[in-house]
């Protein structure tokens, strides 16, 4: 298990990878290696064996509840400390203040985005396309949170030169930030952009207060050895970006 360096004390964040020395065996060679996603046609028992190891790879750091959710591309955030959810709650972004408790946001393109306080008593985790980060998942989280976070560490996410959308999406952003038109280029095709999450993202995060950002340096789509990209593939995997308090 890797982990990110440069957080405040305590503090452990890091983000699966499509192969685990414990990954099950699959009979759809779309779904092989480690993963996480209930949703995508994949043998249910076969997921949570694999969410299981995880919980076993995090018991040495005294870790004991994980949450999960159902992502819908929403702007909905939850502050979950001791809530026991029987089904996994609709939402896009997470914040606990309880040590010892996983945060899990799934992702095979789209952008995570952990989130950390000061003196590292409070974190969040967040799931960023673009629909999120253009209606406000970011400020959502922020908002959500009992202190202002001052850290952020961006995971895989699609890089820009692979991630080609369409003028609505540039409106969506550059309407609500016209600082944001340099995170656009020009495609080959009339109306085609490439969109770089990494700098869209990195631009929200320290207009509201978080001053330093960390990671931003992946891409899903070409880094097929570590990464389910579900522009690579439609039938695909999910991996897992974590953080917790020990």
Known sequence: MQFVQGLPHGV??????????????????????FNLALHVGDNPARVQKHRMQLLQDFAGYGVDKISWMNQTHSTICHTINEQMYFTAPEGDGMTTQRKHHVLMMMTADC?????????GSEVANLHAGWKGLAHGIVENT????????????????????CFEIGA?????????????????KEGVKAGKYYAD????ATYILKLHGVKTVLGGDQCSFSQA??????????????????????
């Open 197 to 200: 999450l990494y700098s869209i």
């Open 111 to 119: 952008l995570p985005i952990v989130l950390v306080n000061a003196d």
């Open 168 to 184: 609505e999406v540039k409106t969506a952003f550059c309407s609500k930030y016209p600082e944001l038109e340099t995170a656009f």
């Open 142 to 161: 922020i908002v959500a949170m009992q202190s202002q976070p001052v850290v952020a560490w961006l995971g895989a996410a699609i890089s820009q030169d």
């Open 225 to 246: 050895d570590q990464y389910y990209s579900y522009r690579r593939e439609a039938k695909t995997g999910r991996m897992a970006t974590f953080v917790f308090m020990a």
């Open 12 to 33: 452990y964040v890091g983000q699966t990878r499509v192969h685990h020395e414990q990954m099950q065996s699959s009979d759809v060679p779309e779904l092989a290696g």
